[in-house]
């Protein structure tokens, strides 16, 4: 489903010469092969932050994709294809850490992109969990992405580094294409408003983005 968000006119511009700031940054990994690098420990520095893989995706094969541009940091789970058929379930964590200058973590995000079938047993379900420590005992918040919907949340201010899992439910009949994680971070001034239209605005890229990979 296509939504629109409206954007003031004033904002829009101000984006508009933002993005113009910071060129695009960009790293990829693959899993679910027999040369995957997607592993444990696997780690890319993208600007101030620093994000590095606990447990790759544990269902079907593709590509991490971990970028930045201009104030919007992101993670996509990519499926070969653009296909993770149900039956299936799986999760993928990693660690988002800002490493440098005086900034924290704003609003995180989570969208996904799917296929319900006619004869769909349920809804796909994405499940991001957001933690303050390895363990999972400080939770942050929870989004939850239904059948394509996106969600997000504003953290509280001061934490620079988090604990993040992904979890998927796709039943029998269905399609999970893939999934965006975004992450905007608090900086002096009126950025961090920028920041969070500016990924929902990356996060609108996603169809036309899964329709021209293909692993």
Known sequence: MNRIIPIAGALAAALGSMLTLAPAKAATCTFGVPT???VAGWSTI??????TIVTAPDTGSGI???SVEALAWKVETIWDDN???GAAQGSFSYIAEITSGSANFYNIGLSSEGFEGPQSAGDNVVTKTIAADAQGNTVLATLTSTNG???NVVLPSGYTKLYITDQWDVPAGNELNGIVN???????GP??????????GFSRRMRR????VNV
């Open 36 to 38: 995957a690098t997607c």
């Open 209 to 212: 983005r899964l329709s021209e």
């Open 149 to 151: 919907g996106d969600s």
């Open 64 to 66: 991490l994709d971990w």
């Open 191 to 200: 950025l961090p408003v920028l920041g969070a239209v500016a990924a929902l």
């Open 83 to 85: 296909d993770l058929l």
């Open 182 to 188: 975004y992450h905007t971070q608090r900086v002096p």
């Open 46 to 51: 993208l600007g101030d932050k620093t994000f």
